[in-house]
């Protein structure tokens, strides 16, 4: 099933009263939107999805030297296999890079495949600038400033997650991501083919988004529902396996503030009515709580 009411934001009138409602009602009632006329060229976007394609295409010695468990690592690939409550395995090749500041981190990348660093370099660095105007317009939607933690965001964490999904190979195993939501502020996603599904609240049903040639999706997390003090909620969503013979690639940007910055519900959505619900935390105590194989989602341990 579609989410076919689901409002797409013009970015290029992003900051008209109109569109600004568009957001505070899709982030209030789906926790998602997506977005168009973003400024990102064609050509960044197909060169990020064609470097990564090729990424994973290596023999697997070239990428195993980024393997590792460590989930604090700035660089790290890994073959996740993890059980859902379905009982059944699903399974994706992750490469996770951090993108901010920049040149703290490109070396680090990958080199291979050829210009790898630079093409994921231009893309990294033009979808933080379209995080950056989004994350105003997101703070003006809650009736905050659209200044509002604006430094503290611009100098804050981007992450990028780059997951492979190949075709099903006929196993118990599939490929696929485990219905869960994101830990950061907003994350921006790419992909290639669809494959993502989202909790819809108003129902409890799974649907999958749109087909919308040139847009990026725009996904609320756990840190954006605590600063709007619950009135925008983090998405619960997953990624199924492709229905072709395809190997779907989905690239994810999640925008954070810095790792030791806390995070706490604005003071100004917080009144008699309306208490303070979360505690405050940061982003490294959620890669402490990862780190520590606790089962407990993060976003249950910091609800008051």
């Not at 409602?21 to 400024?39: D, L, P, S």
């Not at 989004?134 to 981007?158: C, D, H, R, W």
Request: aromatic fraction near 8%.
């Amino acid at each position: 099933m579609e989410l076919e009411k689901l409002p797409i934001i013009n970015f290029s009138r992003l900051h008209h009263d109109s569109v600004i409602k568009q957001i505070h009602e899709a982030c209030r009632n789906f926790g998602f939107f997506h977005v168009m006329n973003h400024g990102i060229s064609d050509s960044v976007i197909e060169e990020a999805l064609n470097v990564n394609s090729n990424f994973f295409g290596l023999p697997v010695a070239m990428k195993e030297e980024f393997n590792s468990d460590d989930v604090q690592k700035p660089v790290r690939f890994s073959r996740l296999q993890i059980g859902c409550h379905e009982n059944e395995m699903l399974s994706r090749d992750f490469l996770k890079l951090y993108a901010h500041p920049l040149h703290h981190f490109v070396n680090l990348w990958p080199s291979n495949p050829l210009k790898y660093r630079e093409k994921m370099g231009m893309y990294a660095t033009e979808v933080r600038k379209l995080g950056i105007e989004l994350f105003g317009a997101i703070m003006e939607s809650l009736n905050l400033s659209p200044t509002y933690l604006k430094q503290n965001f611009e100098q804050g964490v981007q992450i990028i997650g780059i997951n492979s999904y190949p075709p099903c190979s006929g196993s118990s195993i599939k490929t696929g991501t485990a219905a869960h939501t994101d830990h950061s502020i907003i994350t921006i996603l790419l992909q290639s083919s669809p494959g993502l599904h989202i909790m819809d609240r108003s129902d409890g049903a799974w649907k999958s988004d749109l087909k919308t040639k040139g847009s990026l999706k725009v996904l609320v997390g756990d840190h954006l529902e605590v600063i709007s003090n619950g009135l925008y909620k983090s998405v619960l969503h997953r990624a199924i396996s492709s229905s072709n013979n395809c190997t779907r690639l989905s690239i994810a940007d999640f925008h954070s503030l810095g790792m030791d910055d806390i995070v706490e519900p604005a003071t100004e959505l917080v009144d008699e009515d309306h208490p303070k619900r979360y505690r405050g935390s940061s982003l490294r105590d959620y890669l402490e709580h990862l780190s520590s194989k606790d089962a407990t989602p993060f976003n249950h341990k910091i609800k008051i």
